[in-house]
């Protein structure tokens, strides 16, 4: 009953955040333009005259100090970066250009019951909530943009990257395979032929935003690529990104004719809710600090992706379903309350907890979820033991240790992803990082438009660090002797 209240609770101050908030579906005038690169060209100099205007008015003024300690934390929470896509808020989670989760989910255009990918990457790059038909557009360009590139990944063997993953050994993980599939993949023709004729900088988002969409637009096929080597028998390799990536992973899971519209909804709550990710974690800084250099843009996004491996640090989907398997293998699905709880209880202090972290909210793409498997998947036997774990752990660690602990996404979404067939949760990180390319091109291309540099700062040892402050000791204490004397 407490895990109910506390969900209520949450629910309703998100729609009351919701609904008194003058939602502002845009920062300034919306583009009426149906096509995505005329609609961002319109953004780009408003966007530089305000970063020229507060840089000229407020370039000198502190916003974060760095201590000792900051440094040797990996300056984990200090503001440092420039991320123009989205932001981290200590109240409502991730927002996506200012909109929280839940305004995501209710202003954005559908494709079936879920808002659509290509929606979502209409607002981080231009920073407008998209029409349908604007949405629409960007369906066809992408449909187009695929169709072009198909000797990349159909045919005999699948394709040229199809080809190259054969060969690699069994043993490379799906994320491995990604990263070697996104080098392999040709996505700088367009900067390459620009660089080579001298176009000038501030054009070059120009050509890397066209290199990006024909990445984009390959993408799921890379991905189904990954999932089973070769794409044969597609009913449709058009539609929307996530329809085509469906037919790309069918017959290669054990997903039945029943699920395959409900995985496609599914799907696309799922590629929302990770389209963008604050610019101070590892696979996203890694990714953004490349793509602002002279790379091509599958190489930035090939070496983001085995960033991938550990993310979350709150737990991967593999390491939470370890921790559910483990559960259910010593208690079953229908658990007595009472036996878990003496077990989490032992288990919490010897163990982490994958899949939940301390915090004082509600990681807003649980609740989502959550929403989900009660439309979708009400009676899932594996969905019901997350909640029972989940409501347990809340409970122990705020009766016994006074501390708030709120689930983490991957402790439904593994569940779910189960539930559809998707059980091999190493691939569903790739499914993750497919996501995360939505919001990590986007900023790339700001990165590219607006000319930023490339993140530079300065490194010293711990003994020069030392050596600094017993410098600046030495210089108090001769300070006070020289005083000392003149009395």
């Known amino acids: 009953m407490f895990w109910i209240w506390r969900e209520s609770q949450f629910l309703k101050m998100q729609m009351t955040h919701t609904f008194l908030k003058n939602v502002s579906t845009t920062r300034g005038v919306p583009s009426t333009s149906t096509d995505l690169k005329e609609a961002l060209c319109e953004k ?13 008015q407020h370039g000198s003024s502190v916003i974060s100090q760095v201590t000792v300690e900051n440094i ?10 420039v991320r123009e896509t989205s932001e981290t808020d200590s109240k409502y989670g991730i927002k996506y250009r200012g909109l929280t989760i839940p305004e995501v989910i209710t202003l954005l255009p559908r494709e079936g019951k879920s808002p659509s990918a290509e929606a979502v990457f209409w607002l981080l ?61 040709e996505s700088g023709k367009y900067i390459q032929e620009a660089l080579k004729n001298g176009a000038l900088s501030y054009t070059h988002w120009e050509y890397t935003y066209e290199d990006s969409m024909e990445l984009l637009a390959t993408l799921p096929a890379i ?33 039945s004719e029943y699920q395959k519209n409900s995985l496609v909804d599914f799907l696309r709550l799922y590629i929302v809710l990770n389209a963008d990710e604050n610019g101070g974690v590892p696979s996203v800084h890694i990714t953004e600090i490349l793509g602002a250099s002279q790379l091509y843009i599958n190489q930035a996004l090939a070496a983001g992706a085995l960033a991938y491996t550990d993310e979350p640090k709150s737990g991967t989907m593999s390491e939470y379903m370890e921790f559910h398997s483990k559960i259910q293998r010593l208690f079953g699905h229908e658990s007595k309350e009472e036996k878990l709880k003496n077990y989490i209880a032992t288990l919490i202090k010897r163990e982490k907890l ?36 989940t409501q347990i752990l809340t409970m122990i660690m705020k ?5 708030d602990i709120y689930p983490e996404q991957n402790a439904i979404a ?17 499914l ?6 939505l919001g990590a091109i986007a900023s790339i291309i700001w990165t590219k438009a607006v000319n930023a540099p490339v993140e530079h700062p300065v490194s010293k040892c711990t003994h020069t660090y030392s050596n600094s402050f017993h410098g600046l000791r030495g210089k108090h204490k001769r300070g006070n002797h020289v005083k000392n004397t003149r009395k």
């Open 44 to 56: 780009i100099p408003i966007h530089y005259d305000l970063l020229r205007n507060f840089r000229q």
């Open 72 to 81: 040797y934390q990996g300056l984990n929470g200090v503001n440092t970066i």
């Open 414 to 430: 593994a569940p779910i992803f189960q539930f559809y067939g998707l059980k091999d949760m190493k691939f569903n990180q790739v």
């Open 223 to 255: 991905v189904g690529l990954i999932a089973k080597g070769e794409l044969k028998n597609l009913k449709e390799d058009t539609g929307d990104w996530v329809q085509f990536l469906s037919e790309c992973l069918y017959n290669t899971f054990d997903i």
């Open 354 to 389: 994958a899949g939940y972290q301390e915090t004082k909210f509600c990681d807003p793409k649980y609740t989502a979820l959550i929403n989900y498997t009660r439309e979708h998947l009400p009676n899932d036997p594996n969905v019901k033991l997350s909640q029972t774990l």
């Open 125 to 185: 790059l231009t920073g407008d909530v998209p029409t349908k038909e604007q949405t629409a557009s960007l369906i066809a360009d992408w449909s187009i943009r695929r169709q072009k590139k198909k000797d990349w990944w159909s045919g005999p063997g699948g394709g040229i990257v199809g080809s190259v993953l054969q060969n690699l050994p069994k043993t490379t993980t799906p994320l491995g395979k990604l990263s070697i599939a996104l080098t392999v993949f």
């Open 399 to 403: 009766t016994a240790k006074g501390k």
């Open 432 to 437: 993750l990082c497919m996501s995360r390319a």
